[in-house]
Structures are given as C-alpha cells and as structure tokens.
C-alpha cells in the first residue's frame, strides 16, 4: 500500500511539473481540521490538498511600479491575465487525471471568486502550500519558498487520492523587515507568522485592499530577499 501511495504521487507530481507546476507538495487537511480557516463550496469535504506553485517572471517583478501606467498595467496582465489562468488551467488537468483514476478531486480558484466583504476566498492556497511544506509564511503574510521566496503565484486541488503528505516548513524572517519597509500604506506591522494568529496580527487587508484598488500593488513581493536573484547578486 505504502508503495503504491508512493507511486501515484510521484505520478501526479511528474505530470503537473510537465504541465507547468515548478513547485508541488500534498497536504493532509486533517492534521489542523480543527484550526480557523476558511474552507467552504464543493469539495471542502476532503480530505487532501494538492498544492501547486508557479514562478512569476523575475525582470516583471523587479521592475513594477505601483505608480508608473505602463509597468503597472504589464505586471497586472502578468499576475492575473496569464499567470493565474495557466494555473487554474493546471488544477483543472491535475483534477482531471484524479478523476481518470476514479478520485474526487476539485480545483480552487487561483484567485477570484472571493469573498470582497471579509477578503476571503473559499480556501487558502497559502494554507495549504505551508502545511504541504511547499514554504512557510513570512513577515509579508505571503508564502515564501526557498527556490523564488514569494514570487510565485499558488492553486490548490482537494482530494480524496490516497498521495503522501509533507509537513510544515518553519523557518523565520530574523531581523529583516523589507517588506514592512516598502508597503506604500503601512499595511504590514513586522509580526512573525504564527498559526494560532488570525492574519489581522500582522497584516491590514483592508488596507491593502483599498490601495490595490488604483495600483496593481506587489511591492511586498518584490521587496523580499529570499528568491531575488537581485538581491542575492548584489
Ligand atoms: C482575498 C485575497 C487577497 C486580499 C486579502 C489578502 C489576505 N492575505 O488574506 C487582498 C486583496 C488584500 C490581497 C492582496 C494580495 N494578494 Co491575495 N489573495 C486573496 C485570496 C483570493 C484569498 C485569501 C484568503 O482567503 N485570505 C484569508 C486568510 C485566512 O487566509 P490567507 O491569508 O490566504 O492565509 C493565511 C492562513 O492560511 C494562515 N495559515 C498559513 N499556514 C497555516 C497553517 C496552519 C496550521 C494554520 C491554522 C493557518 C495557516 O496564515 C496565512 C497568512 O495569514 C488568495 C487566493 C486563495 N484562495 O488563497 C490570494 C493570494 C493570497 N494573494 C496573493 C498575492 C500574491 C497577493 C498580492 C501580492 C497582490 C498581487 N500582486 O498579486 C497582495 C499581497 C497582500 C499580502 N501581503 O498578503 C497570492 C499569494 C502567493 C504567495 N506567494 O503567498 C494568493 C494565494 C493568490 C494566488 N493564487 O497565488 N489578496
Ligand atoms: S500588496 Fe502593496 S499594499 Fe498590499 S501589503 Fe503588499 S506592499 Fe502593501
Ligand atoms: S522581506 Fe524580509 S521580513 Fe519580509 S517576508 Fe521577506 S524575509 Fe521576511
């Protein structure tokens, strides 16, 4: 049985890489069942998550400009014209091999629907990509991984497929405060990730919302260290 767990998720991982995935882990939801996340519409019964990540275009990120027309409309288009359909594209086929081998398996929107009044969406991909041990959560309240820190853009697939879970990867900011530094409207305060915190002990949603409404915004992105070939050549 072992084996053959073994075998389907080295399977999976091998066909959603070949569609696009650059980063893919399996969560066992059951493991923090009873923790405040949301979790609501079809398949917020199962069991696993399969959480797939990929990479943004490091020269986009880099060179975005909240206030600049042009960059700001490039990394826009970037984010949410191609980057985001091709990975709800990907959930879709990873559902769909599942399914070929007669699991239930549904996609999560990569970003909308959401939820405009509470800012939340039916299930956290950053929820799952941490508990699958895909990266861990830092000081931006963004999943940061070791490969392209926060560059990367997350979808997840719920389950029923017996696959091998990870486990949570803890590491820590230290001393930096990049991304708290560059927000435009102090909507980060420095706090640490803590899994018992709800996301208002580190971070102003509403706040970061509201500006997002006239700037395509990702500075807390760009601004971190860990994964900017920038940053680490300089
Ligand atoms: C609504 C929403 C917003 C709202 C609210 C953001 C928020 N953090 O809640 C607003 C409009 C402000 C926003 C802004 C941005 N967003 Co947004 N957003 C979403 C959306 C659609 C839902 C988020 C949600 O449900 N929030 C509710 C809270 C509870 O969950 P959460 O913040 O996702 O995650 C928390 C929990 O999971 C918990 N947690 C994590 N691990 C664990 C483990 C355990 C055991 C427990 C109990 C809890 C726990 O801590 C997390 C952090 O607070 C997601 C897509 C999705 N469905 O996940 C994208 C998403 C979070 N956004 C994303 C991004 C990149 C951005 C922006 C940079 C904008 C941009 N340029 O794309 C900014 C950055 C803001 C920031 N610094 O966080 C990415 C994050 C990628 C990453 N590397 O982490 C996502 C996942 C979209 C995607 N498909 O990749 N966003
Ligand atoms: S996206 Fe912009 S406004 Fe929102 S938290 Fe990041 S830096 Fe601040
Ligand atoms: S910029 Fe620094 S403090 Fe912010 S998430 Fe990255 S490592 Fe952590």
């Given at each position: 049985m072992a084996t053959e767990v073994a075998t389907l998720t080295r399977e999976l991982e091998d066909f959603?890489?070949?569609r696009g995935a650059d980063l893919f882990g399996v969560a066992d939801l059951r493991t923090a069942s009873d923790l405040n996340v949301p979790r609501t519409g079809p398949g917020a019964d199962l069991p696993l998550a399969v959480s797939l990540a990929m990479c943004l275009n490091d020269t986009i990120v880099d060179e975005h400009d909240p206030d600049e027309g042009h960059r700001q409309s490039l990394y826009w288009h970037h984010v949410y014209g191609v980057v985001t359909p091709a990975l709800d594209t990907?959930?879709?086929?990873?559902?769909?091999?599942?399914a070929d081998r007669r699991f239930r398996a549904v996609p999560v929107p990569g970003s909308s629907?959401?939820?405009?009044?509470?800012?939340?969406?039916?299930?956290?991909?950053k929820f799952a990509a941490h508990?699958?041990?895909v990266g861990w959560i830092g000081k931006n309240c963004l999943?940061?991984?070791?490969r392209f820190g926060p560059r990367v853009r997350l979808v997840t697939v719920l389950t029923d497929a017996p696959l091998e879970a990870g486990s949570t990867m803890d590491r820590r900011c230290g001393r930096c405060r990049e991304c708290v530094n560059a927000c435009p409207v102090d909507a980060l305060n420095g706090t640490e990730f803590r899994a018992d915190q709800p996301r208002e002990f580190r971070f102003d949603a509403f706040k970061c919302s509201e500006?997002?409404?006239?700037h395509s915004c990702g500075l807390c992105v760009a601004a971190c260290p860990v994964g900017s070939h920038r940053k680490r050549r300089a």
């Open positions: 959603a890489r070949e990907l959930a879709h086929d990873v559902s769909r091999w599942l629907p959401y939820d405009m009044e509470r800012l939340e969406g039916v299930f956290s991909h508990l699958a041990g999943l940061l991984t070791r500006y997002r409404r006239e």
